[in-house]
């Protein structure tokens, strides 16, 4: 993928998870990211746009940060129901096309 | 509220076409833009291409050029996209999905519920 994730992250039931996006200056550094949560067997769902911004019904246990050509999702006060995969996505100017990161899968202990 | 739904599974031969549909409701259709991403079993989200409703103007990623047609019927509120040409590594779930605003940002909300699409001889 374009955008690179971390395969797997981990952690307890209450702590907190970060998963990074690591991208290029076509992509993640000028471009804004989103964050996706896709639960088992269903459609994803939209976390996190424009960088760092959090639609109405997502709370605020989830944020979005950028810095360069990384983006992050944060994840506090992780829940089972968390375990999901996690998809970054943004526009690739070189390429004129959407990408997606190749996915995070987060496994709470 | 806002809600797309799609077609059910489909099962094609390869070089045969499919034709996907996403119905959408509880918004004004003209008004967004809808996209498609694909989803092969056990893998990553890939972008296909959006459509204006409004004005049926298309933008299909380069790996797709010339076997996605992506269309759309404003009387019923519906989007489409047809895949040409079938191969087995077509074989995925579509999802049509709306953009959240009404510029074309790719921040794809909400989803269709996908449409298995599997590709066998």
């Known amino acids: 993928s374009v955008l690179t994730q971390p395969p797997s992250v981990s952690a307890a039931p209450g702590q907190k998870v970060t998963i990074s996006c690591s991208g290029s200056?076509?992509?993640?550094?000028?471009?804004?990211v989103s964050w996706y949560q896709q639960l088992p067997g269903t459609a994803p769902k939209l976390l996190i746009y424009?960088?760092?911004e959090r639609p109405s019904w997502i709370p605020d246990r989830f944020s979005g940060s950028k810095s360069g050509t990384t983006a992050t999702l944060g994840i506090t006060g992780l829940q089972a129901g968390d375990e999901a995969d996690y998809y970054c996505?943004?526009?690739?100017?070189?390429?004129?096309?959407?990408?997606f990161g190749g996915g995070t899968r987060l496994t709470v202990l | 509220q806002v809600q797309l739904v799609q077609s059910g599974a489909e099962v094609k031969k390869p070089g045969a076409s499919v034709k996907v549909s996403c119905k959408a409701s509880?918004?004004?259709?003209?008004?967004?833009?809808i996209h498609w991403v694909r989803q092969a079993p056990g893998q990553g989200l890939e972008w296909m291409g959006w459509?204006?409703?409004?004005?049926?103007?298309?933008n299909y990623a380069q790996k797709f050029q010339g076997r996605v047609i992506m269309t759309r019927d404003t009387s019923i509120n519906t989007a489409y996209m047809e895949l040409n040409r079938l191969r087995s590594d077509d074989t995925a779930v579509y999802f049509c999905?709306?953009?959240?605003?009404?510029?074309?940002?790719?921040?794809?909300?909400?989803w269709g519920q996908g449409s298995l699409v599997t590709v066998s001889s």
């Open positions: 424009d960088n760092n």
């Open positions: 459509i204006k409703p409004e004005s049926g103007d298309t």
């Open positions: 999905a709306r953009d959240l605003e009404r510029e074309v940002r790719a921040w794809f909300h909400p």
């Open positions: 509880g918004y004004t259709f003209t008004g967004y833009y």
């Open positions: 996505e943004t526009w690739d100017s070189s390429l004129s096309t959407v990408v």
């Open positions: 200056s076509s992509n993640v550094e000028y471009n804004y």
